[in-house]
């Protein structure tokens, strides 16, 4: 049996399309990232026989929108701090790219699209060192899935 390609933190980043469109830049400070996929369903109750109403009824489920969500763990850096501050104070709409850069041959190297930021919250412990942050990214629609190329 074959061991598993695994993928490192280095090689899931998350990307923020910078002021030259089509260039992409890391957020400074990032140390922790998780990326929420949720299919949004709509469930239904259905009879489980016509005939005989004691057979219990079964849930349905439609599939409907796609949610995709990533959170980040940082410490506070200076050199993102002012484009993480006019991206929910100015309520901006970025275009982002979460990528998988081990990604096979084919298969799905990034996931992107335009997203809000959606929560920022920084800590400050007095027995801790750097500020913390956390962050929460929400792509506005279904993103755009690329392939890796050869």
């Known amino acids: 049996m074959a061991k598993p390609n695994t993928e490192k933190f280095h090689q899931m980043v998350l990307e923020v399309e910078t002021d030259t ?11 922790g990232r998780t990326v929420n996929r949720s299919l949004n369903v709509q469930e239904t109750e ?17 599939p409907q929108a796609l949610t995709v969500n990533v959170s980040g763990t940082a410490v506070w850096a ?11 104070y100015l309520k901006q709409r970025k275009n ?7 990604a096979e041959v084919g298969d799905t190297e990034y996931e992107s ?20 942050r956390e962050i929460e ?13 050869a």
Request: glycine letters at 10%.
């Open 46 to 62: 259905v009879p489980g026989d016509c005939d005989d109403e004691s057979v219990p009824s079964e849930v349905q489920i439609d």
């Open 137 to 149: 990214i929400r792509f506005d629609g279904t993103p755009t899935r690329t392939d890796k190329a």
């Open 96 to 102: 982002i790219r979460v990528g998988h850069l081990n």
């Open 21 to 31: 469109p089509g260039t992409y830049a890391k957020i400074c400070g990032i140390n």
């Open 113 to 132: 699209g335009p997203a809000y930021l959606v929560t920022m919250n920084d800590s400050a412990q007095k027995t801790a060192g750097a500020v913390t």
């Open 78 to 88: 200076a050199q993102s701090h002012g484009m993480m501050m006019d991206w929910i």
